[in-house]
């Protein structure tokens, strides 16, 4: 099964081009590796460790989950999600809605919303105490708003790991948080793309995408389930310096690579 994910993916990852930086494990024990410590921008990727710094602030009995934030027009971002589709605005939304909105349809105007919740600064600090030496935010001048930041496909793949496992926040956390990533709603372009709904059930997964400097990235990252429930399969799939750079869709070169990888990492977690 190695040979079989070795060869796909220097057959996909070379028809897409670009720069890979990647780590898969199977019950822990990597089965691919190429550059995984490459400290890169992570872009919508780094939503979910946002998220576990909200929920980790929650745990502590900072704030609970349906405690309520505002939405005023203000604070709207275009781009990804559901609230720049309202048109009007000036909801009172829980923080389980905002992490919902966040983790499955990737929405930009969320990360200003948990910002609200825990300051830029403070995400930081917590990815700090729980290991983390380079997933950070980037914060600017209002403490409340922030950048994505940077991650390496090792640390998204620890973060997950310990996720994945109930060691990075309470189970209630845990399960919310698996739960939205492996929602049926959700993204599907990529890993998940060649699967039966039950298949794609199985997968936590979370994309992230966007260029700098005439250049692309194309990011996943998640976890596959066994058939018994238990996380067999962590990946975090990065691929930078790629062309293509608008095209966000299915049929970019390096989601292609992801498709083509899914199926083979589903295997992997069916024994």
């Not at 058939?227 to 399969?233: I, L, N, Q, T, Y």
């Amino acid at each position: 099964m190695r040979t079989d994910l070795t060869t796909l993916y220097r057959e996909a990852s070379g028809a897409a081009g670009g720069r890979w930086h990647v780590l898969v494990t199977r019950y822990g024990t990597p089965v691919l590796e190429e550059d995984a410590d490459a400290v890169l921008h992570a872009y919508s990727v780094q939503k979910v460790a946002v998220a576990v710094a909200v929920l980790d602030a929650v745990d502590r009995g900072v704030f609970p989950l349906d405690h309520r934030i505002d939405v005023p027009a203000e604070i709207v971002l275009p781009g990804s999600g559901i609230y720049a589709l309202q048109t009007v605005w000036g909801d009172r939304v829980t923080i389980a809605n905002a992490l919902a909105a966040l983790l499955l349809v990737s929405d930009n105007t969320a990360v200003r919303l948990c910002g609200q919740l825990v300051p830029a600064c403070e995400i930081n600090e917590i990815l700090a105490a729980k290991g983390f030496a380079h997933t950070r935010v980037e914060p600017v001048e209002n403490p409340h708003r922030f950048f994505l930041g940077v991650t390496t496909p090792r640390e998204t793949h620890d973060l997950l790991t310990r996720l994945a496992a109930g060691t990075l926040l309470s189970p209630a956390s845990t399960e919310f948080v698996l739960g939205v990533l492996r929602a049926l709603s959700g993204y599907h372009d990529g890993v998940r793309r060649v699967m039966s709904s039950p298949e794609r059930a199985r997968v936590a997964s979370k994309y992230g995408a966007d260029w700098q400097d005439g250049l692309a990235s194309r990011h996943e990252a998640g976890v596959i389930f066994d058939g018994d429930g238990r996380p067999a399969v962590v990946f975090a799939l990065f691929a930078d310096r790629l062309g293509d750079v608008l095209n966000y869709g299915s049929t970019h070169p390096a989601v292609q690579a992801h498709a083509v990888l899914g199926p083979a990492l589903l295997r992997l977690a069916t024994p």
